[in-house]
């Protein structure tokens, strides 16, 4: 995905076990330090590469100077909190719910420290959305829809399609299997397979209010 893409598709959202390489991540509402006042912060536990305490504090910073623009070029910085865990390999990442937070932004800001995702091992959950291009038609969405509803791996799957704009967001609702959630990779080749139009750019991580159905 471009830079310019991915701005695009980020502005919607600013205003609206280690051994098996398993990626979990988890939804919570959490209290900020130092702050008067409540503030829900999602969160997602990522599976990394590279990751060694020579580099722990490098990795860190890189991920909590994540600076983006708001449509009205308001500077905000989505990450609130890193927790690195080098024995299990994963970064704990807490960002605003309002904002929402992209794979393509965390590996953007991990470029140079050493640190890389593990995308093998990243599961999908409730609430998280893909970006598709290739989205050319509402057929070509209902098309699309119809792929992953088929698959029967999460409760509730919606894909939202505007003519002229691309990509198109799939936005996931609770897998079947809690305990074993379909994995990204496995996703995107389902997508990339039922038409090969279709290419999975990105996937957002949401906060603790998306989506008010499933689990």
């Known amino acids: ?17 280690a051994a098996m390489l398993v990626a ?17 912060v999602g969160q997602v536990t990522l599976t990394a590469t590279g990751l060694t ?33 080098l024995e299990a390999k994963t970064l704990a990442i807490s960002f605003k719910s309002d904002l929402s937070l992209a794979l393509s ?13 593990d995308i093998k091992a990243l599961a999908l959950r409730r609430g998280d959305r893909l970006a598709v291009n290739g989205v050319r038609s509402p057929e070509a ?17 919606r894909v939202d399609y505007k003519e002229g704009e691309n990509p198109a967001t799939v936005m996931l609702g609770a897998p079947k299997e809690i305990e074993k959630p379909p994995m990204f990779v ?26 008010k159905s499933g689990r």
Do not use: H, Y
């Open 1 to 17: 995905m471009t830079l310019s893409n991915t701005n695009r598709f980020m502005a919607g959202f600013c205003v609206a076990g």
């Open 24 to 40: 979990t991540r988890s939804i919570q509402s959490a209290v900020g330090e130092g702050s008067p006042r409540q503030v829900k």
């Open 53 to 85: 305490k020579e580099n722990e504090d490098k990795t860190r910073k890189a991920l909590l100077d994540i600076v983006r623009r708001k449509p009205n070029e308001e500077e905000v910085r989505p990450v609130t909190e890193v927790a690195v865990e």
């Open 105 to 117: 932004e965390v590996e953007r800001a991990l470029a140079g420290t050493g640190t890389l995702i």
């Open 141 to 157: 969405a209902k098309n699309l829809e119809k792929t992953l509803q088929n698959a029967d791996l999460f409760q509730t799957v």
């Open 186 to 211: 496995a996703i995107r080749t389902l997508i990339e397979q039922g038409d090969p139009a279709f290419k999975v750019t990105d996937v957002v991580w949401t906060g603790p209010t998306f989506p």
